[in-house]
């Protein structure tokens, strides 16, 4: 790999990363609505939960990076 690919993969992970959540976030939305007919806490749960996620991916992200050394 050369060190030009290097510095573009972690931007592209991060590019898709971003790409994929925020077509989640565009559904959150519908989806809490439907979820909170069945129960307002459980569409809060869920919502609380995708947002934890979004941060959590990028801290495991870095934590991996950080290790080898990238």
């Known amino acids: 790999m050369s060190p030009r690919e290097k510095e573009r993969s972690p931007a592209v992970a991060a590019a898709i990363i971003l790409l994929v959540v925020g077509i989640g976030f ?19 749960g869920v919502g609380a939960l995708f947002v934890i996620s979004f941060f959590l991916i990028f801290w495991l992200r870095a934590r991996y990076q950080r290790r080898k050394g990238l």
């Open 26 to 44: 565009f559904a959150l939305p519908s989806i809490m609505v439907r979820l909170g007919d069945i129960s307002p806490w459980l569409a809060a």
